[in-house]
């Protein structure tokens, strides 16, 4: 039997039969092993079916990484249904809004989060069953009932009361297994929705060029709410590897010595991260020379960062992927790559296939600019509930019943079919009559010495139709020592007249995702 052909919770049946006494995951100063992590998962799906959930039925995931959070996906797919993890820090209308959007059929919450999740039950049309975990679930029982809020009880008397067998399931692997929602650039959260067959795929692609095996320890800093965190998990199951789920990067210096003591393997971070790590002085944590990689994705990495790296894991080879939350990974620069290939964003990840087309959707020639095409068994099956949007982004390929992705970014390749990312599209800036890519603005930014970090959009000009407009966080040492005209004579020196910024605002940060992803929503 193919591994995941009846649903990805083989992954973790397999890792139980096979090692049930290896530690599995690490939340805090509990370890817990292969074989008890499948038991609670099968409790928890156990009391999900208690709870009337059945097979497609969506089950939502409120809180920040721990155990629960981690074993409640297994036990969502114990019980035939379709999880997402949505972040801590998500607020009660938008919750309220993927309540109704998804017809959630039941929830587990961290009690910590009682106050978001009480109030989108009073915003939303329909209050599914939730179930309450955590240090404070006494208390977020008392303010459920206070807030009327029906059917609200204790997760972890529930889940005890259930019998540790594997519920009897009937997923196969062209069901839905998890829905991830994302904002994109602007609009309404769209739920990605993936089947266990993209699950199944995209495990097996990332941990094949990453050359992962059941004795790798990986430290997982990212949110199980994003991608990029998620599939630790999802790929740390599949391989029956180890994971150290924390709950964030909030103290840089307690995470190194965590992975220390944990003797890492696996590092995946995002460049904020690594840029952290690079400010870090006369501390008592040696570099961590166990460390044989580290994956980084979100945004480009800078020789900065790749000094932080080599300081803190001399031995580690560096992985630059490039990603979206349709299909998981679309590919990945070769470390042998990474000094002949600056800005690249690498070749397509084992599977899968990639071009660039023009604005009438025919295939460029190398080193042409347009529209990211790919395919691959990863990509989505579509928006939860959208079909025009996803009829945008998936559309036939010349063999029946395939889709491609038209993934809406702006990309070209080089001669040796090597992919660099130029922008999203809707990001594009049209200003004097000409495109200018914010990335391109940014690359340059960068590159002067002081700037930490940086935004670049468009904003509304009754000359130009559009201006130019760069937000900029300056390092500590650097803090007045630039003015605006100043950064920009310094980019009329790099960049065409037109892709200079017309203003220059100094910010003493800039918005960022939970993952640090710079946020430009906003920004005017």
Known sequence: MVLGARGVAEFLEASAARSPDKVGLVTGKTSHTWGALDAWANRIGHALRAKGVGRGDRVLIFGDNSAEVAVSIWGALKADAVFFVVN??????????M?????VAAV???????????EACKLAETVPPILVHGAQ????????????VPRVESFAELVAAQHPTAPARSTIDVDLAAIIYTSGSTGEPKGAMLTHRNVAFASWSVTTLLENTADDVIIGVVPLAFNYGLYQWLMTV????????????????????????TGATGFPGVPTMYALLGELKDIPVQPLTKVRYVTSTAAALL??????IARWFPNAKVYSMYGLTECKRVSWLPPADLARKPGCVGVPIPGTEFWVVDAEGRRHDRSAEGELVVRGSHIMAGYWRKPEVTARYLRPAALPNEVLFYTGDYARLDDEGYLYFIARMDEVIKTRGEKVAPREVEAALERIEG????????VPDAILGAAVKAFVVLSDEYQGRYTEKDLMLRLGQMLEAYMVPKQVEFRPSLPKTAMGKIVKKGLS
């Open 108 to 118: 587990i919450a961290d009690a910590a989060l009682a106050t978001a999740w009480t």
């Open 99 to 103: 309540f109704d959007d998804a017809g």
């Open 303 to 308: 020789p900065k960062h790749f000094e932080a």
């Open 88 to 97: 801590a820090q998500v607020k009660a209308e938008k919750l309220a809004y």
């Open 451 to 458: 700037v930490r970090e940086c935004a670049v959009v468009g």
């Open 238 to 261: 599949r391989l029956g590897a180890t994971l150290v789920l924390e709950r964030s990067f909030a103290f840089p210096v307690a995470i190194l010595q965590r992975a220390a003591e």
């Open 137 to 148: 679930t006494a208390r977020a029982l008392e303010m459920a009932s206070a807030a009327g």
